[in-house]
Nanobody, 121 residues
Framework: QVQLVESGGGLVQAGGSLRLSCAGS????????MGWFRQAPGKEREFVAA????????YYADSVKGRFTISRDNAKNTVYLQMNSLKPEDTAVYYC??????????????WGQGPQVTVSS
């Protein structure tokens, strides 16, 4: 079992930055690959980024590549999503995920509660 608690959402103007954190506990966190997804109103949950258990490899959706950075600190059992150059279309509820690997929501078993990120134009 893995418990995920997210923080760092909020309201920001276009062009601004936010950093999301996802603190994990339970089953060995450092052995788990992690992902970030987002879901805008009326849309499907979509892949944003993923990182391997060691942090040596990262993967991004084309829509965020070059603007977002996923990282992790296994000593703190925490995964981060640094979001720069934010756009109004980045507005969504953001979820961290664990217990799997891939770019589909069904690839993961455990989910955080999902903080809201709102980008105003």
């Amino acid at each position: 079992q893995v418990q995920l608690v997210e923080s760092g959402g909020g309201l920001v103007q276009a062009g601004g930055s936010l950093r999301l954190s996802c603190a994990g506990s339970g089953r060995t966190f450092s052995n788990s690959a992690m992902g970030w997804f987002r879901q805008a109103p009326g849309k499907e949950r979509e892949f944003v980024a993923a990182i391997t258990w060691s942090g040596s490899s990262t993967y991004y959706a084309d829509s965020v590549k070059g603007r977002f950075t996923i990282s992790r600190d296994n000593a703190k059992n925490t995964v981060y999503l640094q979001m720069n150059s934010l756009k109004p279309e980045d507005t969504a509820v953001y979820y961290c995920a664990a217990g799997g690997w891939g770019a589909l929501p069904g690839d993961y078993t455990y989910w955080g509660q999902g903080p809201q990120v709102t980008v105003s134009s």
